[in-house]
């Protein structure tokens, strides 16, 4: 029953629906393939590992950290050991690289929902003026009656047609702004995880801890 309306509906909404169509078959592609992306990240996030790799960084023990790194599938703690053992510049350096390296990841695909939530209603818009025109260039060929039908046509196919562009748009936001925030909040865990990190790492340089050699001989047993 609700697939024979959706289907009416879109007849009537004219020939711009099937852009429309194709505007939301790839925001709800998109939403799903994030949606899956982040529930798989959320499981594999992994707070008492990261705990105990600070733990082991705070008492010096980079040894430990590394072990307790390697392998992980936790964006922040991955990020940890790509600063650790990355032999190749600073360290605010490979952790910044790794940073970015994740939240790319988490941000892959963001730019078509955006793109979508700014196409779906404008093609709506356009649905409007082309039914309205039409229905206008219509009243000149038909009788009163006939034109008064063309008209009700007409407007039709511009109210669904708007109404299925802002649909879109408006479940798009939602999303949008759902992965945004969880965007935003990997964002907060990696910096303030990277600033920890250069806060031990300085401590231990200071307390003579040679972290270039580690790093090198880190990278040497890791090649």
């Known amino acids: 029953m609700l697939a024979n309306t959706l289907a009416e509906y879109f ?14 078959i790839i925001l709800f592609a998109v939403v799903a393939e994030r949606g899956i992306f982040w529930f798989l990240l959320g499981r594999r996030r992994d707070a008492t590992q990261l705990e105990n ?8 023990d980079f040894k430990a950290a590394v072990a307790q790194t390697q392998g992980s599938n936790d964006p922040v703690v991955r990020m940890i050991y790509h ?17 970015g390296m994740e939240i790319k990841r988490a941000g892959r695909f963001m730019v078509l929902i955006d793109t979508c939530i700014t196409l779906a209603p404008l093609l709506g818009l356009l649905g409007t003026v082309t039914g309205i025109m039409g229905s206008f260039q219509k009243m000149g060929e038909s009788s009163i009656a006939g034109a008064m039908t063309e008209i009700q046509g007409g407007i039709g196919e511009a109210l669904i047609a708007t ?38 790492v300085t401590k231990a340089k200071q307390e003579g801890f040679d972290t270039v050699a580690f790093r090198r001989e880190t990278a040497a047993k890791n090649a």
């Open 83 to 99: 600063g650790l053992t990355h032999l190749h510049g600073s360290l605010q350096g490979a952790l910044q690289v790794a940073a």
């Open 11 to 24: 007849t009537k909404g004219g020939p711009i629906m099937y852009p429309i169509a194709l505007v939301a």
């Open 53 to 60: 790799t600070l733990g082991a960084m705070e008492n010096s």
């Open 163 to 200: 109404a299925a562009g802002l649909g879109i748009a408006i479940i798009g936001v939602f999303f949008l702004n759902i992965y945004n925030e969880m965007m935003e909040a990997l964002k907060f865990d990696l910096e303030t995880a990277a600033t920890n990190v250069e806060v031990m």
